[in-house]
């Protein structure tokens, strides 16, 4: 078992020779399940953050003097000002390292699941079901910050990130196309879908991935594609597994984002992480715009002045959420609206209204959305969206795929703007990876 966590750790740390940064310094011994559980659980400790570090692109979050220290300012400010190209020497960067790290030790445990000992069949198969979807679930964030939009480049032959797909420290390989990239996750949620068969975790195991865990990535990757039908689908399977949603008009509920919540589907990321939380503070434009009656508001979000609000989400270890049901309700009302199934999709928000507008609006909110032609309806769910989800790592990935609107930011007197339609809406990939290996170049 030492040398499992010291293969983990020396993966993750050692020199930059590499095409991946990693080059083991010792012999990998797992054998028995138990000892194959150990190697994943260390995968899902240090799996990255990554989701959570884009709210700083996004329209959601304001910084100003008053707000941020000295050493905040170095690590963040390029990051929400989007200078990809000069940053900070001490600036916040994407943890390339880390993700392939885990897509190593994901493709190791799949290729090693004959020769799993000391397991039952229905433990390995969930064992490297699990492995899947971490390789899927990796490569699903990285093409959505290092490629471009699916539905706005031809995924033929646009570039995205190198595809690994075996446990081969040696390989050195290029940029893989966005659509060969969307093809390999889909091809790990067909196997993860095979092999999970865990159908819930109990509560303090809620990080791994179940069952549902294939569906739930599928419908988030789907949507991303534009595949809207395959997006209803799985959103449908997710929705039928996890119903519950948090009921924000009673006081007897929990913060959705919450592990412990009964809408959590997979606990694995911690959301708006503190150190994000404390550098600034929820967009006032944001707040003003969300529908009188609309009880999130509150339940999101605390007045401190007219302008300045304190974020009640995330900042603590507790709020984990890499999927939950409220996201899969939305995703069916969207896919199933963009299909012109307006019906459908008015009945997956009028479930989401009634736990989270106050009842005296809610009849009139639901009248209202069956009066809306297909556009705005689709409008309507996005904002809804926007809300419901805002904060936990969607809003970056969904501005990519919808409008990519000009963002405005002012600090100190100065402005900084994100086009409409920015290039800088894909990162360019890590100077330390094309360092590592030139075949990454961009040029």
Not at 116 to 134: H, P, R
Request: glycine share 4%; with cysteine.
């Amino acid at each position: 078992m030492k040398n499992i966590f010291f293969l983990s750790i020396a993966l993750l740390l050692v020199s930059c020779d590499k095409f991946l940064d990693v080059q083991p310094t010792g012999k990998v011994i797992a054998k028995t399940g138990e000892e194959y559980r150990a190697l994943l659980t260390g995968v899902y400790h240090n799996f990255p953050d990554d989701r959570s570090l884009t709210t700083l692109r996004t329209d959601e979050l304001t910084i100003d003097k008053a707000t941020i220290t000295a050493e905040d300012y170095n690590a963040y400010f390029d990051m929400w000002t989007w200078n990809d190209v000069t940053p900070d020497e001490k600036s916040t960067s994407w943890n390339w390292r880390r993700f392939y790290h885990t897509i190593y030790i994901a493709s190791y445990v799949i290729e090693k699941e004959s020769e799993i000992t000391d397991a039952s069949d229905v433990s390995i198969s969930q064992l490297v079901g699990e492995a899947y979807m971490f390789r899927a679930y990796s490569y699903s964030i990285l093409v959505n910050l290092f490629g471009k939009p699916y539905t706005k480049c031809n995924p033929a032959t646009e570039l995205a990130v190198p595809l690994l797909t075996s446990a081969d420290v040696d390989a050195v390989l290029k940029r893989s196309t966005v659509e060969e990239v969307y093809q390999q996750i889909l091809s790990d949620l067909n196997m993860a879908k095979r092999k999970l068969n865990v159908d819930k975790w109990e509560e303090n195991m809620r990080y791994r991935f179940n069952a549902v865990s294939a569906d739930a990535l599928l419908a988030r990757v789907s949507l991303y594609m534009g595949r809207w039908q395959d997006a209803l689908d799985a959103a449908k399977t997710v929705v039928e597994a996890y119903p519950e949603l948090e009921d924000f008009t009673t006081s007897g509920y929990t913060m959705p984002d919450n592990y412990k919540s009964k809408e959590n589907i997979v606990s694995l990321e911690q959301i708006m992480k503190s150190q994000y939380k404390g550098i600034g503070y929820p967009n006032a434009d944001f707040i003003s715009s969300i529908t009188t009656g609309d009880l999130r508001k509150n339940r999101f979000f605390q007045a401190k002045t007219s302008q300045v609000y304190d974020l009640l989400k995330g900042g603590k270890n507790e709020c984990r959420s890499t999927f939950r049901s409220a996201e899969f309700y939305l995703t069916a009302a969207e896919a199933a609206a963009r299909l012109g199934k307006l019906d459908e999709a008015i009945g997956y928000m009028t479930t989401l209204i009634q736990k989270r507008y106050l009842a005296a609006v809610q009849t009139n909110t639901i009248n209202s959305m069956k009066s809306m032609k297909q556009d705005e309806l689709i409008d309507f769910i996005l904002e809804n969206r926007r809300v419901e989800l805002c904060f936990e790592g969607h809003r970056w990935f969904d501005l990519r795929r919808t409008t990519q609107p000009c963002i405005v930011r002012q600090y100190d007197g100065k402005t900084y703007t994100l086009e409409e339609g920015d290039s800088r809406y894909t990162m360019v990939l890590p100077r330390e990876a094309i360092s590592a290996n030139p075949l990454l170049s961009t040029e």
